[in-house]
């Protein structure tokens, strides 16, 4: 069983940076592959970004690559989201997923989620 609490949301302008994490309970962290999804008002939700359990290999959304960056802190149970020139077009509602089978931008992969940050990008 893991229990995801994800922080870091909030209002930013065009071409800002936030930093979100995803902090995460349990004992066996680093077995599970960790993602990122995010949902707009009236969008599905979709993939943003994916960690293995070892944190060496990473995956993103085309729409994201070169402006965030996923990590984990194996140490800490963490799992930071750096997002960098923020436009518009990523406001959402920021979820924080474990699973324990491959690396996946399938929200259907994913065991366990957390209850989500809002990240509004507007001047």
């Known amino acids: 069983q893991v229990q995801l609490v994800e922080s870091g949301g909030g209002l930013v302008q065009p071409g800002g940076s936030l930093r979100l994490t995803c902090a995460a309970s349990?004992?066996?962290?680093?077995?599970?592959?960790m993602a990122w999804f995010r949902q707009a008002p009236g969008k599905e939700r979709e993939f943003v970004a994916v960690?293995?359990?070892?944190?060496?290999?990473?995956n993103y959304a085309g729409s994201v690559r070169g402006r965030f960056t996923i990590s984990r802190d194996n140490a800490k149970n963490t799992v930071p989201l750096q997002m960098n020139s923020l436009k518009p077009e990523d406001t959402a509602v920021y979820y924080c997923?474990?699973?324990?089978?491959?690396?996946?931008?399938?929200?259907?992969?994913?065991?366990?989620w957390g209850q989500g940050t809002q990240v509004t990008v507007s001047s």
């Open positions: 997923a474990a699973g324990l089978g491959a690396m996946s931008v399938s929200g259907t992969a994913y065991q366990y």
């Open positions: 349990g004992r066996t962290f680093s077995t599970y592959v």
């Open positions: 960690i293995n359990g070892a944190g060496d290999v990473a």
